[in-house]
């Protein structure tokens, strides 16, 4: 997914936390990356999370965050209102997403919006566009991206989304290994399941040990002794 | 001298709860206690207890109030009616009113607002059992609980008081010596640089109690800090 970077439990075995305002020393020649500023000619960690060293920059994972969208993100997003031609999503981001009626995949006449989507529904979409200020906008035309009318959704924090899918997918395998069942991981933390009932549910248990455990090593085993059980 | 006869220390110095002149009430911290909130802490500061739950960033309303270049922290202290003997009309009222804002001004010091322009932070306070320097007890909670919530700063502000009772200069007065003292220096600290980003003073000090106050401020605010940090890294079971 759009995530490139590797979490730090794959670095070493060791993970360091840190704190608003912890001194992490001068390392001359290293960048400040996300959640490190440097003063005074220190690096100073800017958040609580993981340290996380690779070479050039030292930056922090953070442990919670809320989700902050970038064009192309493919999210699930609940309709919280709508004008005559423009529906408001909640994409679990500061501000709601806006989706046009001329993004969405029917043709809809103006002011008969609700006959589409009403508020409440839940919908895969992609987040075409983001400004400055974080305002976004939304697109349901494309491959995949549709109104959800059946199965359930799971919420994870999203900075622990890379870990969900794993080094080249291979937790997402894990996860489907579980049960039988359709899954989509939205980037903003929703994660849609659609399947057979004990399926899901040996599914959903592995989110909890993930959503609970994601910054500690060794999550990939304790998922895969899930899977043996 | 405080009015009354009441005596705050006993001949070897030790004060009325056990304590000497220089030393804190004990404190515990507790994050996550709010699992709903993005981020929050449970407090317990002597006999004073809080719980502090942070929101956000959100999109700030009503719109009037939005800034464009950056985030506004929505800060509300509040007393629950039953957190002291006398009942506490539901509501803000001066002394909330007046809390919530110096709360605020200090937070606002050191979270990083610039990164969320139009938005809100909530911050909640609410004191459920008060016995004197709940102001403290709150923003050092706040402070938690914004860390908890993974919101950028460049420090986390620790709040501590000293005080006057006897002519004695003395470290966080419980309630006893708060009522009967004659002064009281609440201060906000951040540990790592030993910058001060809240201040009020209460009553009259000398330029020695003064100097003496804040020293022991000072002293206290490094233990607080190091009880924050081993609460954080308690909630993500790990060590630094």
């Known amino acids: 997914m759009s995530e490139d970077s590797t979490p730090t439990e794959h670095d070493s075995g060791a993970v360091r936390l840190v704190?608003?305002?912890?001194?992490?020393?001068?390392?001359?020649?290293?960048?400040?990356?996300?959640?490190?500023?440097?003063?005074?000619?220190?690096?100073?960690?800017?958040?609580?999370?993981?340290?996380?060293?690779?070479?050039?920059?030292?930056?922090?994972?953070?442990?919670?965050s809320r989700y902050v969208p970038r064009a192309g993100d493919l999210v699930v997003g609940y309709v919280e209102g709508m004008t005559n031609n423009i529906w408001f999503l909640d994409i679990g981001a500061s501000f709601n997403a806006i989706l046009p009626m001329?993004?969405?995949?029917?043709?809809?006449e103006f002011g008969a919006v609700r006959e589409h989507l009403d508020v409440g529904d839940a919908v895969i979409c992609r987040v075409q566009e983001v400004d400055e200020t974080h305002s976004a906008v939304a697109?349901?035309?494309?491959?995949?991206?549709?109104?959800?009318?059946?199965?359930?959704?799971?919420?994870?924090?999203?900075?622990?989304?890379?870990?969900?899918i794993g080094k080249g997918g291979a937790m997402l395998q894990s996860l489907k290994s579980l049960g039988q069942s359709r899954m989509v991981i939205g980037q903003n933390g929703r994660i849609w399941l659609d399947g057979e009932h004990h399926g899901m549910r040996s599914i959903r248990a592995a989110l909890e040990v993930i959503r609970e455990t994601a910054h500690l090593p060794g999550l990939k085993e304790r998922i895969d002794a899930l899977v043996n059980e | 001298m405080g009015y009354g006869d009441y005596q705050c220390m006993d001949e070897n110095g030790i004060r009325e709860d056990g304590r000497k002149a220089d030393e804190m009430r004990p404190v515990e911290i507790e994050c996550g206690v709010v699992?709903?909130?993005?981020?929050?802490?449970?407090?317990?500061?002597?006999?004073?207890?809080?719980?502090?739950?942070?929101?956000?960033?959100?999109?700030?309303h009503p719109r009037k109030i939005q800034r464009q270049d950056r985030a506004i922290l929505d800060v509300r202290y509040n007393m629950a009616p039953f957190s002291t003997s006398d009942r506490i009309r539901p509501g803000f009222n001066r002394r909330s009113r007046e809390i919530?804002?110096?709360t605020r001004d200090a937070l606002e010091s050191v979270v990083d607002l610039e990164l969320y322009p139009r938005s809100k932070i909530r911050v909640e306070i609410e004191i459920i059992c008060a016995e004197a320097g709940t102001r403290c007890?709150?923003?050092?909670?706040?402070?938690?609980?914004?860390?908890?919530?993974?919101?950028?700063?460049?420090?986390?502000?620790?709040?501590?008081?000293?005080g006057k009772c006897n002519g004695i200069v003395l470290m966080d007065l419980n309630k006893p010596e708060d009522n009967y003292g004659e002064a009281d220096l609440p201060m906000g600290i951040l540990p790592m640089t030993d910058e001060l980003v809240f201040l009020q003073m209460d009553g009259d000090l000398?330029?020695?109690?003064?100097?003496?106050?804040?020293?022991?401020?000072?002293?206290?605010?490094?233990?607080?800090?190091?009880?924050?940090?081993?609460?954080?890294?308690?909630?993500?079971?790990?060590?630094?």
């Open chain 1, 19 to 64: 704190h608003p305002g912890e001194r992490i020393g001068a390392h001359d020649g290293v960048e400040a990356g996300h959640g490190i500023r440097r003063l005074n000619g220190e690096l100073v960690a800017m958040r609580m999370g993981t340290l996380r060293e690779d070479g050039k920059t030292i930056s922090v994972d953070p442990l919670s």
């Open chain 1, 102 to 108: 001329s993004l969405a995949p029917w043709k809809v």
């Open chain 1, 139 to 164: 697109t349901m035309k494309g491959m995949g991206l549709r109104k959800l009318k059946s199965g359930l959704l799971e919420e994870i924090p999203p900075h622990i989304i890379p870990q969900v």
């Open chain 2, 35 to 60: 699992p709903v909130a993005d981020g929050s802490a449970y407090i317990k500061w002597g006999k004073n207890e809080a719980i502090a739950a942070v929101y956000g960033p959100m999109e700030a």
């Open chain 2, 100 to 102: 919530s804002k110096v």
């Open chain 2, 137 to 162: 007890c709150g923003i050092t909670a706040a402070s938690v609980a914004l860390a908890d919530a993974g919101i950028p700063m460049s420090d986390m502000v620790v709040s501590v008081a000293a």
């Open chain 2, 206 to 240: 000398s330029m020695e109690e003064f100097q003496l106050a804040w020293d022991y401020n000072m002293k206290a605010a490094h233990e607080v800090h190091a009880i924050m940090v081993e609460a954080l890294q308690k909630r993500y079971g790990g060590e630094s």
